[in-house]
C-alpha cells in the first residue's frame, strides 16, 4: 500500500464505516422506535436481533434510551464516537470542515438525551452527517484517499441494509455503487473471490438464505487489506 494507506488506510476506512454506521442505524432505528411506541413494544427485539446483539432491555423505554446513549460498542452514542476518533487522526487528509461536522454531530447527540421529542432532536446528527460527506466530496475529489472512505461507507451501508432486508433492488443499487468505488482501488487492494460471492448472491432474492456467508463475504471484501 502507499504512503496514505499505511498510515491512514485503516483510519480512513473505519471513518467511513463508523459515520454510515451512525447515519442508517439512526434511520432504520426510528423506523423501529416508532413501533414500539405505538404498536408493538416488543418489536426493538427484533432490531436487536437482526444486529446479532443480545437484549439486556428490559423494556422498549430503557432500549431507546440505552440504545443510543449507552456506552457499549454497538449503541450509536460510541459509533459515532469511534468516527471521530478516526477523523481526529486522519484530520490532515479530510480537513478541518469534514472533523467538524462530525464534532457538530457529536455534540447535537449529547445535548439530545434530555430532549423530550427524540426524533426531532437528532435530526441535526443526520443533517451534520450528510454535511460531512458533501465535505469529503468536495475536498477529496479524487484519489485514494476518497476510494478508502466511500468503500468503508458502501461495505457498512450494505451490510446493514442486508441485515435488515432492504428492499433487494435497492441493495443491488447500493452494490452497483460499491462495485465502481472498487473498480478505482489499486491492485490487491480488493478481495474479488469475495466480490464474486456477492455477484452471485445477489443474481436472484434469495440472498437472505446465504446471509451469513454473503455478510462475511461483505466484510471481507476490503477490510482484510486494510487491518
Not at 498510515?7 to 422506535?33: D, M, P
Not at 427484533?46 to 439486556?56: A, G, N, Q, T, V
Request: aromatic share 14%; net charge negative.
Amino acid at each position: 500500500m502507499g504512503t496514505i494507506s499505511v498510515e491512514y488506510g485503516s483510519n480512513l476506512y473505519w471513518l467511513g464505516r463508523y459515520a454510515e454506521r451512525t447515519y442508517t442505524t439512526l434511520n432504520t432505528f426510528f423506523e423501529y422506535y416508532d413501533k414500539t411506541l405505538d404498536k408493538d413494544k416488543n418489536s426493538y427485539k427484533e432490531f436487536l436481533e437482526s444486529l446479532e446483539i443480545d437484549d439486556k432491555y428490559s423494556d422498549n423505554r430503557h432500549f431507546i434510551r440505552g440504545f443510543l446513549y449507552d456506552k457499549d460498542s454497538f449503541c450509536v452514542m460510541s459509533t459515532l464516537r469511534f468516527a471521530h476518533d478516526n477523523a481526529l487522526v486522519c484530520r490532515n487528509v479530510i480537513g478541518s470542515e469534514a472533523l467538524a461536522y462530525i464534532q457538530l454531530a457529536m455534540d447535537a447527540f449529547s445535548s439530545s438525551r434530555d430532549a423530550k421529542n427524540l426524533r426531532l432532536a437528532l435530526m441535526p446528527v443526520i443533517d451534520y452527517l450528510l454535511a460531512f460527506w458533501g465535505s469529503l466530496d468536495d475536498k477529496l475529489a479524487n484519489g485514494e484517499e476518497r476510494t478508502i472512505i466511500k468503500c468503508g461507507k458502501f461495505i457498512e451501508r450494505l451490510d446493514l441494509y442486508f441485515r435488515f432486508s432492504y428492499n433487494h433492488k435497492l441493495i443491488k443499487n447500493e452494490y452497483e455503487m460499491l462495485c465502481h468505488i472498487l473498480a478505482r482501488v489499486r491492485e490487491g487492494l480488493c478481495n474479488t473471490q469475495h466480490l464474486a460471492v456477492l455477484t452471485d448472491a445477489l443474481a436472484t432474492e434469495n440472498y437472505k438464505a446465504r446471509l451469513k456467508e454473503v455478510l462475511e463475504s461483505l466484510n471481507k471484501i476490503f477490510e482484510e487489506q486494510v487491518s
